[in-house]
C-alpha cells in the first residue's frame, strides 16, 4: 500500500525562494504570500492580515470572493464551463445584452485578458478603416497617448512610451501616433485622412492616476466626430465603478464607438474581458476574421453578468463616489507631510510621495509592515485603489496608517 504523502505547508519565506528559481522574473512583488482572501482582506500563509488597497490593478472593484459573484461562478461550474465559440452556449446573450443596457453601445466582442480586448479594438478599427471610411490598404493609423499602458503584447508595446516595456521587444507594429496626453490641439494635429481611431484611457492608471482636464474627453469626442475616425476608450482599469461612475467617460457624459473593458468584469475568478462598440463598427467582423478559444464562453459570461447585475443597482457607483470624498479629504490632509501632490476620482488614487521620505517601493514596504498593501507605480509615486467594497472606517484606518509611515 502506498500512503500519500502529507501535504507540508511550506512558509512564506520557502515559497518565495522557490518563485525565484522557479519563475520568470517579470515582477518584483511585495514579500508576502496570500493564501486566503475575503472581502478587503487577505491573509498570508502565516495567518498575518492585510487590507488590499490595490485590488488586484482594479481586478477586485467587488472585493475578494464576493459572495454573489462566488455563488454564480458555482452555479455555472455545475451547468457548463466551455463550449468554445464554434457552439453557442445559453450564458452568452444574456451578457453582450447586460453590457448593451450598461454602456449604451449595441454589440459585444468577448475576449479574456485586457490586452487581448486592446488588440481585438485595434484589428476591428483598422478593417473599420479601410471598410467604411475607405482609408487605402495598410496606411491606418491609430493616435495614441504618451504614458499610455494598454497592456504588453507586441503591438500594443510597439505605441508604449515606457522604455522598460519596449526595450529588446522590437521590432514594433508601425501604424501608430503618439501624442502628449491631455492635448487636443495635439490629437487634432495627429489625425489625417488615413486615422482610423484614437485610442486613449480616460485615466491614465499605470502613469500613475493622471486625470485629464475637464473637457478634454468631450474634445475627443468632437475632433474623432468632426474628423471621421473612431474614439475608443480604454476602461479596462478606470471602468466598472472605480471612478464614482460606471465609466470614467461619464463624467463628461461621453459615448466612444468602442469601449474596452475588463479586469473587474471578471469579479476577481476568472480572466473576461470584452469590446463594446456600436453595431456599424463590430459588424466589420466576419466569421473566420476573429477569434478566441476562450472568449465568451459560459463561466466567464456568468460571472461576467454577475458582474454587470452589481454595477447596474449603481451601490458600487455610489460608494465609490462617497468614499472618494472621505480619501480625498484624507489626502489633502497629508499633503505637506510627506505628500507632495496626489490626483484622485472616486476610490483610485495616485499618491506622490516626497522622494526625501521615501521611494514608492519603501512606502509600500513600510505600508505592508502596518498590513496595508498597496503598489508604487514609477518613481515616488503609489497607487491606491481599495475594493470598493471597502468600509469608511476600514479606509480612514488605511488612510491613518499611511500617515504613519509618512512621518
Ligand atoms: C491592465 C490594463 C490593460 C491590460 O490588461 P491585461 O488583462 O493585463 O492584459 C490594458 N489597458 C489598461 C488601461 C489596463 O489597466
Redesign the pocket.
Known amino acids: 500500500m502506498t500512503l500519500t504523502p502529507v501535504r507540508t505547508r511550506r512558509s512564506s519565506e520557502e515559497l518565495i525562494r522557490a518563485e525565484e528559481t522557479t519563475l520568470a522574473h517579470n515582477y518584483h512583488p511585495l514579500p508576502v504570500v496570500v493564501a486566503r482572501a475575503e472581502g478587503v482582506w487577505v491573509e498570508d500563509v502565516e495567518g498575518r492580515r492585510y487590507l488590499d488597497m490595490l485590488a488586484g490593478?482594479?481586478a477586485l472593484n467587488f472585493g475578494h470572493r464576493h459572495p454573489g459573484l462566488i455563488a454564480a461562478a458555482h452555479r455555472q461550474l455545475d451547468e457548463v464551463t466551455l463550449t468554445s465559440r464554434a457552439f453557442h452556449n445559453d450564458r452568452l446573450a444574456g451578457f453582450a445584452e447586460g453590457l448593451a443596457e450598461l454602456t449604451g453601445l449595441e454589440m459585444t466582442l468577448p475576449m479574456n485578458?485586457?490586452?487581448?480586448a486592446?488588440e481585438s479594438a485595434i484589428k476591428v478599427a483598422r478593417k473599420w478603416a479601410y471598410e467604411v471610411k475607405g482609408v487605402a490598404p495598410d496606411r491606418a493609423t491609430i493616435v495614441v497617448a504618451d504614458g499610455n499602458?494598454?497592456?504588453?503584447t507586441t503591438t500594443i508595446v510597439s505605441f508604449s512610451t515606457d522604455e522598460s516595456a519596449r526595450a529588446g521587444f522590437g521590432p514594433f507594429t508601425p501604424g501608430f501616433r503618439v501624442v502628449p496626453y491631455n492635448d487636443l490641439a495635439a490629437i487634432e494635429n495627429a489625425i489625417d485622412e488615413t486615422t482610423a481611431a484614437v485610442l486613449i484611457?480616460p485615466i491614465q492608471?499605470?502613469a500613475g492616476v493622471l486625470i485629464p482636464d475637464d473637457g478634454y474627453l468631450a474634445g475627443v469626442r468632437e475632433l474623432t466626430l468632426k474628423a471621421g475616425c473612431l474614439f475608443i476608450a480604454?476602461e479596462?482599469?478606470?471602468g466598472l465603478g472605480r471612478t464614482g461612475t460606471t465609466l470614467a467617460v461619464d463624467h463628461e457624459s461621453v459615448v466612444p464607438d468602442m469601449l474596452?473593458l475588463?479586469?473587474a468584469l471578471g469579479g476577481g475568478i476568472v480572466?473576461v474581458?470584452a469590446v463594446v462598440a456600436r453595431r456599424d463598427v463590430l459588424g466589420v467582423l466576419r466569421p473566420g476574421e476573429h477569434g478566441s478559444t476562450f472568449g465568451g464562453n459560459p463561466l466567464s459570461a456568468a460571472v461576467g453578468s454577475a458582474v454587470v447585475d452589481l454595477l447596474a443597482t449603481g451601490e458600487f457607483q455610489r460608494r465609490a463616489a462617497d468614499l472618494g470624498e472621505v480619501l480625498r479629504e484624507g489626502l489633502t490632509g497629508l499633503t505637506g507631510k510627506g505628500v507632495v501632490g496626489f490626483r484622485a476620482r472616486g476610490l483610485w488614487a495616485g499618491v506622490d510621495v516626497d522622494p526625501a521620505v521615501g521611494t514608492g517601493r519603501e512606502i509600500s514596504e513600510r505600508l505592508m509592515a502596518e498590513g496595508i498593501l498597496v503598489k508604487d507605480t514609477h518613481g515616488s509615486t503609489i497607487r491606491l485603489a481599495p475594493p470598493l467594497t471597502i468600509t469608511r472606517e476600514e479606509l480612514e484606518s488605511a488612510l491613518a496608517s499611511l500617515e504613519k509611515v509618512l512621518g
Open positions: 490593478y482594479s485578458t485586457g490586452a487581448e486592446v499602458f494598454h497592456g504588453r484611457e492608471g499605470e480604454d479596462i482599469q478606470s474596452l475588463g479586469k480572466p474581458s
